[in-house]
């Protein structure tokens, strides 16, 4: 099995121009139809009743914080940008307190909170050192009062609320699509091999036929791996996308989707007859499961019933679905636990199944 492996690398070494084709493919769709962007800036719509307060103490020390982009509306579009899922989080201010609309639980909501609350705390304390000649009876005073405002949250999220971010969408979906051909061609030539007789020529050997197979499958799954992981460090380090800060996590979690389409390439070649049929389907199966499972548009805006319940036998479907709750809502390992688990049934129901009628067909 080693040697089969080191031979596939040497390989690869030798040509890697589908690898490289396939990865700058994803690269450059993800960055021209999502643009790098400033994920790193969250944008946050902004409310205040008193408009003087837009070019206040509060609104100069809002422009000043990187993580948000504070962007003025009036409180009807604000509402209904929070309702349709276009920002997650809205922010209304008042004189001496303010309120945070939550369109989606993330851990933005604490960060904002915290950082809008330091920006009211230095208002106030510049507002009462003005109002008083001793600063130590204001250092007193501030010690023994009561809180000087208020903090509201307000909900506006339901069940059919969704964020919608143009950059991961992009970055996911072209990822989890362009990562296919680069494995289902990894996966060719154990068609081809056995077509011309190499495979019944080794089995001659001192190496099994199960070897054989891990062989070809652990290397199929470490190139398209591989390529996920160079898509998402040219993002991460390249561009800034910071993953919510879960970058390893989201490389972590991939592990199953990225099982189930070296599944799904094997039980596609266990069906074709030849490399005709198979370089006819691959593009059929990719796209329309690139479709289907949400990587050109969110499932979200779907309406049809049909193409949803077909969604739901779709990897890229849970693959999109385990990197959105990382980097967009922010999941808990236990929420990820259901699209990862679909996930890996799917790649032991497909390698199965595959294997078995390669092995029946004698291909």
């Not at 009036?74 to 309120?99: H, P, T, V």
């Not at 190496?207 to 652990?218: F, G």
């Not at 490399?275 to 548009?297: E, H, K, T």
Request: hydrophobic residues 50%; negative net charge; without cysteine.
């Amino acid at each position: 099995m080693k040697g089969i492996l080191l031979a596939k690398w040497k390989t690869f070494i030798r040509g890697p121009w589908t690898f490289l084709i396939f990865t700058g493919m994803s690269i450059v769709f993800a960055l021209l139809i999502g643009g790098s962007g400033n994920v790193n800036s969250i944008q946050v719509p902004i409310y205040a009743e008193d408009e003087t307060m837009q070019s206040g103490f509060v609104a100069e020390k809002l422009k000043e914080v990187e993580a948000f982009s504070f962007n003025w509306m009036d409180k009807e579009d604000m509402e209904n940008r929070i309702a349709n899922g276009k920002a997650e989080l809205g922010l209304i201010l008042e004189s001496d307190s303010f309120q945070i609309i939550i369109g989606v639980e993330s851990p933005n909501i604490e960060m904002l909170e915290s950082t809008v609350q330091g920006i009211y705390v230095e208002k106030i304390q510049q507002e009462k050192l003005l109002a008083s000649e001793d600063g130590e009876n204001v250092v007193r005073e501030w010690k023994n009062n009561k809180p000087v405002f208020e903090l509201k949250r307000e909900s506006f999220r339901n069940d059919d609320t969704f964020v919608y971010d143009q950059t991961f969408q992009s970055l996911f979906g072209f990822t989890l699509f362009f990562v296919i051909y680069t494995i289902a061609y990894n996966v060719l030539p154990i068609l081809t091999e056995k077509k011309e007789g190499i495979w019944d020529r080794v089995i001659l050997s001192p190496v099994r036929k199960w070897e054989m197979y891990v062989a070809n499958l652990i290397y199929s799954f470490l190139t398209g791996y591989f390529q996920i992981m160079i898509i998402f460090l040219v993002f991460r380090f390249g561009f800034g996308v910071d993953f919510n800060g879960n970058f390893l996590l989201a490389l972590v979690m991939l592990i199953p989707y990225v099982f189930a389409i070296v599944s799904l390439a094997i039980l596609i070649t266990a069906i074709v007859k030849n490399v005709a049929q198979f370089n006819a389907a691959i593009p059929i199966v990719s796209v329309s499961s690139a479709m289907i499972g949400g990587a050109y548009w969110p499932l979200e805006i779907v309406e049809s019933e049909f193409m949803l319940a077909l969604a739901k036998i779709n990897p890229i479907t849970y693959g999109m679905e385990v990197l959105n709750g990382i980097a967009v809502y922010g999941y808990s390992m236990s929420e990820l636990l259901l699209p990862v688990s679909i996930l890996l049934l799917m790649g032991v129901l497909m390698m199965g199944i595959g294997i078995h009628l390669m092995e029946r067909r004698h291909i």
